[in-house]
């Protein structure tokens, strides 16, 4: 059997399955795998005395008809989790712990699996390499100084260094695609709709997606199935039936109509991303896909589009961390001056930049021509899809622009960052299925990913499309460890 | 509106007209809260009813409570208004400390009640006020500055309440068709079950917009609002006040500046609280976290299905059906208790004494010891029984007071206290006779002078005969014997 924290979750649970495994162990593992991995500062706040509690009561009475019986999973620090910490990565949620769990959350724990800990993340989901959270930057394992992603960057770097065996991220623009593209590991954005959004900390709302984060396919498939439900508590969770993904799951591609996008040939991209994208064609040309060129024309206006809403909504968002019911509360000779101090000390640069971004685009005089302008183009952009979708199944681009880049690199220069969303922000701005597998590597061998895009509901499709890709890139993450320590 | 009627301020030969919009937030009567399930009972502990979502936690989403909806859609029914098919509610971004979501979630550009009227019932006829719209939104919190020295303490329980914004259009002219507005708009919320009014429980505030015109005038002047009134009276005074000050600032020559303005009660004036220049920027937009409002053909017809008989109506029935004047008919339906009263009494006795009765005594009574009908020290059982025995001449009308008086302690059978207290009518023709023989016997006098030509006398013989009966004689019975006897 191979070591414990690097099999996948299907290898896990069926190795608790068949009882060659107990929970305890895993959990153990994990947790002496995390002790050794410090320098990479995936943790916010771990779980692990609790989390070991958990796996020897589950292994007194076990339930082996569980999806996820007894297995360890950290999960992203924007989910709220009874009795544990929940930061958002800000110091204004430094020493918030909520009295209740998000519906996400709750159904990884009803099928079983026990909460490993809290991982680190952009604030308030607000990044692209994880190095806006207030607990410091994240390594990725891939190698060092490098960032992992963002803004599910602690969760990325979590499950490519075996130190959870999946995770789940949350995806506003691309927060779970792009560092799964980072890692070499795989991130699944759902419909929006999907997955519930109650006692996830908002960013955008009309945005914000959970999504599974993982090793492989497989495993993306098998973790989905059971965070996708449809919750009352949230308005806009759609009532629909959802698939049995993982075992619907089928390399079976054969006349599938798979469109590649003329638009997201963009400017200055890397010959090697175009080189990966060629790959990807013709892979799932081997595997009996039909290739039909197509076009998004509104592609050019996504990222401002995105740039408009998602801060606008953050701006409204963000107003309840005010220092005076819960969280971070510097102190003041009146109320304004409480909350112009609470806020000025709670939140960091970037989300400060979105909240006045947003604050602006929202204001009298300025709302028609920007934010009510942009959600005219973001019906474009849905309609661009639609159009698309009545043609192909599904649709074939490159995860992003570009490999990790160095800690540093970008921090001063924000709209460089915001680029990095240039493939990724479309999909949620249409409310779509997107999923990135590791399909190369560049020049440095660090990984690249591609995107497959779906219709609305048509999660189970993009699975079987990257299932039969992942087969044929075969991809291998060969990550040296290097950060461990004794 | 006759020219007398006319509410007009004069200066020097001047006359200035005063209009009058109100925007009216009216709490929606409901067991929970417009986007969470926390209780809506008024006068609880501070922070006993808020739930994670009236207190903004991270996370947290609003989802619309259907039964506010529904109370909306009736409400607007009841004011002849258009219900729009699709509303959105949207956030209205400020920061205060019992606001705890940094914004309030209501509804702006797309509400969902559209135009609509109400008709007042002045004493020089009826007059339409003009609805310009119905939007649901959020109560806040309350701030509570008065009981720590040092810290504003937040109580949360208000906090998510549904409130109804009912917008007048600037229809209104004078502080009475205020007075008479506010209270038909109560009165139309409490038939429909949609809002107690209870001013002194803040299920029904207001926020008054006055601008003042020459008489003759078209173009309105420049307006002030004066923020969350909260007794129809303070409304009046605010007005009067408001109204004068601008009256003022024009004689002086001197601008009206828009503004947004409190009502100092004690010193009956309004202040100025902030200017157009300092208005807040709300930057409203749709709520993210919840859909558009759709609302279906079959639940507006499911709904005014449902609508019971609403003050006009009854008005109008009232006035047909039991030949009441529209004056009489205005009273007993002011109130769907006083209607509801009435249609009670009526069941069993004499319409016209009913009425008489119930805004004459019964009003009386409630005025004095204020008192709501629904709280009446007599019940509608025992009134119609009071008034059987006057229609039937067990009593007399007079003798009936006294019982009615008797009656208001702890609501007594009036059947009873008439057999104790050998209270019943004398209605025996032989026994009034006898009676009335012994009065003539004994002023043989007055007799011959009334045979005389003196027929003012004929009192004197009533009043004596009453005496002799100890007032229990049928009075219809005595004038009519008394008249065979001195005539015959």
């Known amino acids: ?486 | 509106m006759s020219k007398n009627s006319e509410y007009l301020i004069e200066r020097e030969n001047k006359q200035y007209e005063v209009i009058i919009g109100l925007e009216v937030h009216a709490q929606v009567t409901s067991e929970s809260k417009l986007f969470s399930q926390s209780s809506t009972k008024f006068g609880a502990e501070p922070n006993t009813q808020v739930s994670l979502v009236d207190a903004a936690f991270p996370g947290m989403l609003p989802v619309i409570n259907e039964f506010c909806i529904e109370q909306a859609i009736k409400t607007g029914i009841g004011l002849k208004a258009k219900i729009n098919k699709k509303s959105v509610f949207d956030r209205k971004n400020y920061f205060y400390a019992d606001l705890p979501q940094g914004y309030q979630i209501s509804q702006y550009k797309y509400p969902i009640v559209g135009e609509g009227k109400v008709i007042l019932d002045m004493p020089n006829g009826q007059k339409e006020i003009g609805i310009e719209r119905l939007h649901l939104e959020q109560d806040a919190g309350k701030s509570i500055h008065d009981i720590d020295p040092n810290n504003t303490l937040v109580d949360l329980n208000r906090s998510g309440v549904a409130l109804m914004e009912i917008v007048s259009k600037p229809d209104l002219r004078s502080p009475d068709e205020v007075n008479v507005y506010i209270k038909k708009l109560r009165s139309i919320m409490r038939y429909l079950g949609t809002c107690d009014g209870n001013m002194q429980e803040g299920s029904l505030r207001a926020d008054v917009n006055v601008s003042v015109r020459l008489k003759g005038e078209i173009e309105f002047g420049t307006r002030c609002e004066i923020k969350n009134v909260n007794s129809i009276k303070f409304m009046q005074m605010a007005i009067i006040s408001e109204a004068n000050r601008q009256i003022d600032l024009l004689e002086d020559g001197k601008e009206i500046d828009q503004e947004t303005r409190l009502f100092d009660t004690k010193r009956n004036e309004t202040r100025s609280m902030r200017s157009k220049e300092d208005a807040h920027d709300y930057r409203y937009f749709p709520d993210p976290d919840l859909l558009p409002l759709e609302i279906s053909q079959e639940l507006i017809e499911k709904i005014k299905s449902d609508i019971p008989e609403l003050p006009d109506e009854k008005k109008k029935r009232f006035i047909d059906k039991f030949n009441l004047s529209p004056y009489e008919a205005t009273i007993l339906v002011s109130d769907i208790e006083t209607s509801n009263f009435f249609e009670e009494v009526i069941k069993n006795s004499d319409v016209k004494l009913a009425t008489n009765w119930i805004t004459g005594e019964l009003f009386a009574v409630l005025n004095e010891k204020n008192l709501e009908i629904s709280q009446s020290p007599v019940s509608a059982k025992n009134l119609s029984k009071l008034i059987n025995l006057i229609k039937d001449g067990t009593i007399s009308g007079k003798i009936a007071k006294t019982v009615f008086e008797q009656m208001i302690d702890g609501d007594q059978d009036p059947l009873i206290i008439v057999k104790e207290k050998g209270l019943k009518q004398e209605s025996d023709p032989k026994a009034i006779e006898e009676l009335i023989n012994k009065v003539i016997k004994n002023n043989s006098d007055k007799v011959a002078e009334y045979k005389s030509g003196k027929d003012k006398l004929f009192g004197f013989f009533v009043g004596q005969a009453m005496k002799e009966s100890k007032g229990k004689g049928n009075p219809q019975l005595i004038n009519k014997i008394l008249k065979e006897k001195l005539n015959g």
């Open chain 1, 1 to 486: 059997m191979s070591d414990i924290t690097s099999q996948s979750l299907f290898e896990l649970t069926s190795n608790i399955k068949e009882k060659k495994l107990s929970s305890e162990e895993i959990t153990k593992a994990f947790i002496y795998r995390a002790e050794k991995s410090k320098k990479l500062n995936v943790y916010v706040t771990d779980n692990f005395e609790r989390a070991i509690d958990q796996s020897k009561k589950f292994d007194s009475n076990p339930n082996l008809d569980l999806k996820l019986p007894g297995i360890p999973i950290a999960v992203k620090d924007l989910f709220c989790t009874n009795g544990v910490r929940t930061t958002a990565g800000s110091k204004i949620l430094n020493n918030f712990v909520p009295t209740y769990e998000s519906t996400v959350t709750q159904n990884l724990w009803s099928q079983g699996a026990i909460l490993l800990g809290k991982l680190n993340c952009d604030e308030f989901a607000m990044g692209s390499s994880n190095e806006t959270s207030f607990f410091g930057n994240v390594q990725n394992p891939v190698g060092e100084n490098l960032v992992p992603g963002g803004s599910s960057g602690g969760s990325s770097a979590a499950v490519a260094a075996n130190l959870t065996p999946v995770t789940i991220g949350t995806d506003t623009g691309g927060s779970i695609r792009q560092p799964a593209s980072f890692t070499g590991t795989v991130g699944l954005k759902p419909t929006y709709g999907s997955c519930s959004r109650y006692g996830i900390v908002a960013f955008a709302s009309s945005l914000d997606q959970a999504g599974p984060m993982t090793k492989n396919v497989r495993d993306c498939s098998m973790l989905l199935e059971v965070i996708s439900s449809f919750d009352q508590k949230d308005s806009t969770s759609i009532d629909y039936k959802r698939n049995y993904y993982s075992k619907e799951l089928s390399k079976d591609i054969k006349g599938k109509k798979i469109g590649i996008p003329k638009e997201y040939r963009v400017d200055n991209m890397p010959d090697e991303i175009e080189q990966l994208w060629k790959n990807g064609i013709s892979y799932a040309k081997d595997c009996g896909a039909e290739i039909i060129d197509i076009s998004l024309p509104h592609t050019n206006y996504a990222l401002p589009t995105y740039y408009i809403v998602a801060p606008a909504e953050a701006s409204s968002n963000l107003a309840r961390y005010d220092g005076v019911k819960y969280g971070f509360r510097s102190t003041g000779q009146n109320l304004i001056e409480m909350y112009e101090k609470t806020r000025s000390e709670g939140f960091g640069d970037e989300v400060k930049r979105r909240i006045m971004i947003g604050t602006y685009v929202l204001s009298s005089g300025y709302y028609d021509a920007y934010y009510l302008k942009a959600q005219k183009v973001r019906q474009l952009i849905k309609k661009d899809f639609d159009d698309a979708f009545s043609k192909v199944d599904a649709i074939l681009t490159p995860s992003t622009p570009s490999s990790a880049f160095k800690i540093g690199e970008k921090t001063n220069d924000p709209v460089s960052m915001y680029l990095n969303d240039i493939f990724t922000v479309p999909i949620n701005l249409a409310g779509l299925p997107g999923i990135s597998i590791p399909a190369g590597k560049d020049k440095n061998n660090y990984p690249l990913g591609l995107q497959v895009i779906g219709k609305p509901f048509d999660e189970q499709n993009i699975l079987n499309i990257s299932y039969a890709l992942e087969d044929k890139i075969n991809f291998k993450n060969d990550i040296s460890d290097w950060w461990l320590s004794e």
